[in-house]
């Protein structure tokens, strides 16, 4: 690796180091501002002009507030907690294709930190560690409500995992590549994969809902039992990193939401444009699907009441495993259908 | 057994068909009602720099009003005290001494008068029974404070100000006396 390829990869990190925590910052405003309208509320608009100085007032506030750990808290666990939820959130964003490649002086530049081969075993397995952060988090708060928390993040995220899974597979098996820049290629125009797997998309939507632990899957932080579950102990910035990360995971899932079943970067009518043009309408199109979804996913939480806990089995296990699997079964035989298995 | 108000409902415990059990339909049904009210007018009065409107006869914040030549109404009877529902209010009456006619309309008045804010919930019954059109609600709302005790408004805070005087014509004029 030459010099100039590590400094342009380490400018491009901190870009969308820079991009994703701006984006999970102003969607806390956007969130509070869309529960507001679905409520026929105004939200906040006392910082700044519509009050979109409100993320900074929060973040400042977060960060001069007194940081306390519990005398019977595990201290060491207590801080690797919300450090390994953010940490593991900001991390999937690695493998992202953003968009194709920029021609910038003579340089190509990919929009992409890591084109690994396997993008797709990456995020599955950095979601799965995803939920280390609120385990950790919650056991070592020593308090009953943060540990049920915990239990539950932990068989939720397992649960859900199963059939979250099994839909990749899908595409993959459509696609034949684990990289995520094969799957996107592979959706070239109009060509997206929800129009080959939408029982697949829905069963994806409910599973990243679940993962994300978002309504109406947000039962490791219910209110109403756990008193906000496995953050009950926390405060100041440790608090901010756990519900900031809830946010940075939200944007990574619509982004790979809109990359697994929304064609990614491609667009309709897309062979017109090329070189950097294209780079940036990719760029524009990819941001655009991954805000749509961000946007549902409030949608659905402000529309949604939560699930109970056995609904929330029932439905992981009897309905969308099944289906899934079936999906998957259905798809395999299309497949060597096509490839002339059966002649 | 008939129903006498007509809006009795039988409960049921039928089985769910199958549209029903995928809650699909029922959760689109949701998000399109949640969606219409994203065009909604919303109902938020933006309160420090809009104030809403009150109507005329507004029951907010007491006056303990002055006749036309500036005397206190006020006899300190009790009968405000005992009508009140709250008990919000107190009062301890005196006697009118030689060189105070032109502060006090008649004999006795009251030496102190308390009414409790926090107690007090604005049913206007101390107007209707005041015999001497002493006591008054007006439109004027009661302040927020921090501690309890700025709660209790004594008469400094309650009887108008002789310079100022407090407009309570649009209340219900009770008309016991003809000439105030």
Known sequence: ?343 | MQSLSNRKKVVSNKKMTFLERIYLPAIFGGMWITFKHLFRKNNTLKYPEEQRVLVPIYRGLHVLKRDEQGRENCTACGLCAVACPAEAITMVAAERVKGEENLYREEKYAELYEIDMLRCIFCGLCEEACPKEAIFLTDRLLPANFERDEFIYGKDRLVEPIDQRIDISKRQHTGKRTEL
């Open chain 1, 1 to 343: 690796m030459e010099t100039s390829e590590i400094i342009e990869k380490l400018l491009f990190i901190g870009l969308l180091f820079l991009i994703t925590l701006g984006i999970a910052a102003y969607a806390t405003y956007l969130e509070r501002k869309v529960a507001a309208w679905f409520q026929d509320r105004i939200g906040p608009d006392r910082a700044g002009p519509f009050g979109i100085l409100q993320p900074l007032a929060d973040g400042g506030k977060l960060f001069f507030k007194e940081d306390f750990i519990p005398a019977a808290a595990d201290k060491w666990l207590f801080i690797l907690g919300p450090g390994i939820a953010m940490f593991t959130s900001m991390m999937t964003g690695a493998v992202i294709p953003w968009s194709s490649d920029i021609e910038i002086a003579g340089n190509t530049i990919e929009l992409q930190v890591a084109d690994v081969n396997i993008g797709i075993l990456f995020i599955m397995g950095f979601l799965s560690i995803g939920v280390y952060g609120i385990m950790i988090g919650g056991w070592a708060s020593n308090n009953k409500f943060s540990l049920f928390s915990a239990i539950r993040a932990s068989s939720q995220m397992i649960s859900y995992e199963l059939a979250m899974g099994i839909c990749v597979i899908t595409i993959v098996m459509l696609t034949g590549s684990l990289s995520l820049n094969k799957i996107v290629e592979s959706q070239h125009g109009m060509n997206w994969n929800v129009f080959y797997q939408p029982v697949a998309f829905i069963i994806f939507f409910i599973c990243a809902l679940a993962e994300t632990n978002r309504a109406p899957f947000d039962l490791p932080e219910c209110e109403s039992e756990l008193i906000g579950g496995y953050h009950t102990e926390y405060g100041a910035m440790k608090m901010g990193f756990y519900l900031f990360s809830e946010y940075v995971s939200m944007f990574i899932s619509s982004a790979i939401i809109s990359i697994l079943f929304f064609g990614g970067f491609n667009f309709p009518w897309m062979d017109h444009f090329n070189g950097n043009t294209l780079a940036i309408l990719g760029v524009i199109a990819m941001f655009t699907k991954t805000f749509i979804f961000m946007f549902v996913f409030m949608w659905i939480r402000w529309t949604l009441p939560r699930f109970r806990f056995d609904q929330l089995m029932h439905l992981g296990w009897k309905s969308l495993i099944p289906m899934a699997l079936i999906n998957m079964l259905i798809t395999g035989i299309v497949i060597a259908f096509n490839e002339g298995w059966f002649n």
